[in-house]
């Protein structure tokens, strides 16, 4: 039954996207596309390569050169890049608070939405980022936009962080995130933002199962309605 249907998942950063869409392509079978994985991924590369990221020119080189794949664990994903595996590598704070300066340029932008596109194909997807459902996939099946308070974000990413045995500073975690909501929902080119079409999920007081349920069941009423 899922084996058509494209889901797009919009939000701020740490509102939740990746890891209720993780579950729910576990559950129901779907591909799950992490889009804000390649705009890290070009990120740490042109890091990693001393390209400057202020030139646009440049990223699209590198991004020519550049094939960004995903491989499917059984907690989520892996992420390569030219076939070398950058999964950990992307997450790091540098390239974290440098990708909104990636993500702003226009054409490096074209070029990702080409891709991820081209992935949507395959059938039965499910695909986070900051411009699905307006821009990448205008004709899903389902739009979601996840938000939570700017403190329950920080929180959660200082706990994740904790977890991991990452020191974080919980203040500068709330600019960090204020920070990059700025520059990601005022940009030029498809900042974040609201689809008309797309339900509006608070997580602020949610748990993740709780979220997934509710999606679930969105996904569930929509399909029963279209067959
Ligand atoms: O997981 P987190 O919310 O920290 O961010 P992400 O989803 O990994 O995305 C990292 C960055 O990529 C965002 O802050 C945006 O600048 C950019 N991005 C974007 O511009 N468009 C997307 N569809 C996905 C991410
Ligand atoms: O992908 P995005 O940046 O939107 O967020 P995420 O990486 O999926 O979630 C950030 C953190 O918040 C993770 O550690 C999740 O386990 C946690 N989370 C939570 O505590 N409660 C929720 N309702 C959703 C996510």
Do not use: C, W
Not at 23 to 29: E, V
Not at 60 to 78: A, V
Not at 104 to 111: F, L, T, Y
Not at 168 to 188: F, G, H, M, N, P
């Amino acid at each position: 039954v899922y084996k058509n249907i494209t889901i797009a998942i919009d939000g701020p950063a740490s509102s939740g996207k990746s890891t209720v869409a993780k579950k729910i392509a576990k559950d129901l079978n779907l591909i799950y596309v992490d889009t804000g994985a390649m705009y890290r991924t070009l990120t740490y590369e042109a890091l990693k390569n001393n390209v400057n990221i202020k030139d646009e020119e440049a990223l699209l080189d590198l991004l020519s050169h550049t094939s960004i794949t995903f491989e499917r664990t059984d907690d989520g994903q892996r992420v390569f890049a030219n076939e070398e595996e950058v999964t950990n590598e992307i997450r790091q704070n540098n390239v974290t608070n440098t990708v909104s300066v990636v993500s702003a340029h226009p054409r490096v932008r074209q070029e990702m939405v080409r891709r991820q596109q081209k992935m949507a194909k395959s059938n039965g997807v499910i695909m986070d980022g900051r411009d699905i459902g307006t821009v990448v996939l205008p004709n899903s099946n389902l739009k979601i936009f996840l938000v939570a308070s700017v403190k329950e974000r920080a929180e959660r990413r200082h706990k994740e962080n904790k977890q991991k045995g990452i020191f974080s500073d919980l203040e500068q975690l709330k600019r960090d995130i204020a920070d990059r909501d700025y520059k990601d929902s005022t940009r030029e080119t498809s900042p974040l933002k609201q689809a008309d079409d797309a339900i509006r999920i608070d997580t602020t007081k949610l748990t993740i199962d709780e979220v997934v349920e509710t999606i679930k069941n969105l996904i569930n009423t929509k399909i029963n309605h279209t067959e």
